[in-house]
């Protein structure tokens, strides 16, 4: 039997690399595996060898202790891999094909899978709609931070690269199709992002860069990225967008140096439950993005919200903070008549049209983001950078597949 080790979360700040099990298909139980999914038996899985396998920010939250994950949970959203095994229940996708996992698990059967609203599954979670390798309250599905990992329902799951050879050649930018691609994709979209639009993107992180290079594909006129990182700024700044430092203030009044009015069409929240205030001792405020958007954004327009805000937060500014209850200003969001979209992107909406923009040199996601290539035993190392705010996506590289 292979051999598996796995990046798993060990408490607050910390993360190691450790043997795991080589997966078989069936659920066993483990850290974070809900009861109910115990046993589950998996004939519609496949099993891959990792080809590339990012930390993502959802990751950090898990990591800073800002959840309810458990120790030992193994850690890995973000999944490209190669298929070794297949079920007897796979009929389409076969061994040898190079893929990418929609990081939102799907069972393809029930009412949301087949209208597109594969984030939202009934039937993969006992806990609640929605699962996720590798992540807190998810359904207890092994993350992909690992040599190896299973894939249940592939057929439906699994987007292939139809040729694997000119796959490899973009391996880094195809690595984005799992999660930060379509999720910042997601966000523009959900913001009403067109031709000649104007958008303010909060957040210069992973997500934010992605929903910034695709408000510029999306026929966007002005991308403006605000953060309080310069490093990421300036990496926003490589690829055409307009920023705005929050070290110095609001975005208000920045925006209107950029366009001449204080206000965009389109407003987009890549930041999540763990936003800061504004200024250069800016201390954590969860409700500033929001309300921020809310007051930048034009009256009629559109929010979207793909940063993450959770039901439970150990590490909340405040007892309303650490069950999710924000203090947001919604009667502003009421009266300009915004409209919101919030939760997990559908991955499954977006990734194959996102595939065929990067095959075909539309996009270079992996530029615009910093994808950085490192080994499975320097994942510590890599969460350890990304959280002091280093301007880059890492690629964990476990089976030595990227150069």
Known sequence: MEGNKAVAYKGPGKVEVIDIDYPSFELKDGPGVNPANVGRSVPHGAILKTVATNICG????????????????????????????????????????????????ACGRCRNCKERKTGICLNVNPDRPGSAYGYVDMGGWVGG??????????????????????????????????????????????AGVGVGSTVYIAGAGPVGLAAATSAHLLGA?????????????????SFGCETVDLTEGGP??????????????????AVGFEARGHGHDAKEAPATVLNSLMDITAAGGALGIPGLYVTGDPGGVDEAAKKGSLSLSLGTGWAKSLSFTTGQCPVMKY?????????????????????????????????????????TKYVLNPNGYLS
């Open 252 to 269: 208000a009044e920045q925006i209107e140096q950029i366009l001449g009015v204080p206000e965009v069409d389109c407003g987009v929240d």
């Open 221 to 237: 006129a002005v991308v403006i990225v605000g953060d309080l990182n310069a490093d990421r700024l300036a990496k926003a700044r």
């Open 351 to 391: 990734n194959r049209q996102l595939m065929m923009a990067i095959l075909h040199d539309k996009v270079s996601i992996a530029k615009n983001v910093n994808a950085k290539a490192i080994t499975l035993e320097d994942a510590p190392k890599g969460y350890a950078e990304f959280d002091a705010g280093a301007a």
């Open 145 to 190: 931070q690992a040599n190896y990992v299973l894939v249940p329902y592939a057929d439906w799951n699994l987007l292939k690269f139809p040729d694997k050879d000119q796959a490899m050649e973009k391996i880094l930018d195809l690595a984005m199709l799992s999660d930060i691609f379509p999720t910042g994709f997601h966000g523009a979209v959900c």
């Open 58 to 105: 959802s990751d950090q939250h898990m990591v800073r202790g800002r959840t309810t994950a458990p120790s030992d949970l193994v850690l890995g959203h973000e999944i490209t891999g190669e298929v070794v095994e297949v079920g007897p229940g796979v009929e389409f996708i076969k061994v040898g094909d190079v893929c990418s996992v929609p990081f939102n698990i």
